[in-house]
């Protein structure tokens, strides 16, 4: 509070209904501690924060303690315990109660600044007068002869002063046999340019540059260090390597992994009507100079070496005859059994039913029985 310092006064928040307000206060630790009332009122509890950084960042504040006064249990009271130079209170609020208190507070501060007025005014005033008095005395002064007097004293004699021929010569003396470009101050600074320390910057520029050697040439074009590197790491008698848009496969070698295709070889490709089909398959006869093993189709049974299959297709060849029927002739009477018979002793009355014997037909033969007229053929 005022003297000791400028009463500060915070905005206070009206209650609105269902309204709730978000507030961060900035405030100051000294020694480790800070104490002090929140600035507004009716503060939720639960909501308040404690942060080292503004807007809930940075870390957060665990270790303060919260009070309510008994008198104005609508404000609260915080100690906080800190290292940090400042910290960051976030709590929510309904809105300020007004109490007599800040009334009599914005009464106070109103008074102080009224006294302040008045006592400005009264030592402004004061020195207004003295400043009109000490004017007036200074008019007076100056009409006297003895500051008249006193003032003349003051002028310089023309013993302790110079002629202008005196000074153009003492220029002169200091000038010398200066050129005609450098016979001016003005001249002689521009030459400079306006440096102060002109001798000093020459100096410090000098110490950046190389000293000559005895039968050595210096120039813009002196190689760098970097530059002598790179130069020492050439081969002798190198040149500039450009490398051709085109060469000769001559100077390739080629090795296991990577060879060239010859012409005559590319012509052979090139006849290659079509390409190997994988689901191709060959028979037997086909393969006969091909290992029985790497067939991909082959059949699961085979005669053995030098003999016949008993078996084909479901069907049992037998090599000899059917005991009581001729042999040589192939033939069988179900789906499964085939026999060879022999049409020498083939039986005829085993033989099923012909419309025709040696080529004619039943109508070429005389009938068994009584002969009729029309059995006579020729006649």
């Known amino acids: 509070m005022y003297p000791q310092n ?15 307000y ?13 104490e002090g009332e929140l600035e507004h009122d009716n503060v939720s509890l ?35 315990f800190s290292n940090m130079d400042k910290v960051y ?36 005033n004061l020195e ?71 001798a000093g910057t020459i100096t410090k520029q000098l110490t950046t540059k190389v000293d000559k050697a005895v039968g050595k040439q210096l120039s813009t074009e002196d190689y760098s260090t970097l530059e002598k590197q790179k130069l020492a790491g050439i081969e ?3 040149n500039k390597y450009i490398h051709p848009v085109s060469h000769s496969a001559d100077i390739i070698v080629d090795n296991e992994n990577r060879r060239f295709v010859k012409d005559a070889d ?31 189709d082959k059949p699961t049974v085979l005669p053995a070496s030098g003999g016949n299959s008993d078996t084909v297709g479901g069907k049992t060849f037998n090599w000899n005859g059917k005991e009581g029927q001729p042999p040589w002739l192939w033939g069988g009477n179900d789906s499964t059994n085939m026999y060879v ?7 005829v009355n085993s033989a099923k039913n012909s419309d025709t014997v040696g080529g004619k037909y039943s109508s070429d033969f005389m009938p068994k029985g009584p002969i009729t007229w029309n059995n006579l053929k020729g006649v």
């Not at 000038?175 to 306006?194: C, F, M, R, Y």
Request: proline fraction near 2%.
């Open 6 to 20: 400028i009463d500060k006064f915070i905005e206070k928040l009206n209650k609105l209904e269902n309204n709730i």
């Open 22 to 34: 978000v507030l961060e206060e900035e405030v100051t630790i000294a020694n480790g501690v800070y």
């Open 46 to 80: 639960p909501s308040i924060s404690v942060y080292t950084g503004s807007k809930l960042t940075g870390n957060k504040i665990e270790n303060f303690i919260l009070s309510t006064p008994s008198k104005t249990p609508w404000k609260k009271e915080i100690k906080i």
């Open 89 to 124: 209170i976030t709590y929510q609020t309904q809105g300020d109660t007004v109490e007599a208190e800040d009334i009599n507070k914005l009464q106070e501060s109103v008074v102080n600044t009224q006294t302040e007025a008045i006592s400005y005014k009264s030592n402004n």
């Open 128 to 198: 207004v007068g003295n400043l009109k008095v000490r004017a007036t005395n200074l008019e007076n002064n100056k009409s006297e002869k003895t500051y008249v007097d006193t003032e003349l004293n003051k002028r310089y004699l023309k013993e302790q002063v110079f002629t202008r021929e005196e000074v153009l010569q003492k220029i002169k003396d200091v000038i010398g046999v200066a050129p005609d470009a450098l016979d001016t101050l003005q001249e002689i600074a521009k030459s400079l340019n306006n440096d102060a320390d002109f």
């Open 236 to 238: 002798q008698g190198a």
């Open 266 to 296: 590319k012509n052979n490709w090139n006849t290659v009507a079509e390409k190997s089909d994988k689901s191709h398959k060959h028979n037997l006869n086909d393969l006969s100079e091909k290992s029985y093993n790497s067939l991909s």
């Open 341 to 347: 018979y022999n049409p020498n002793n083939f039986n």
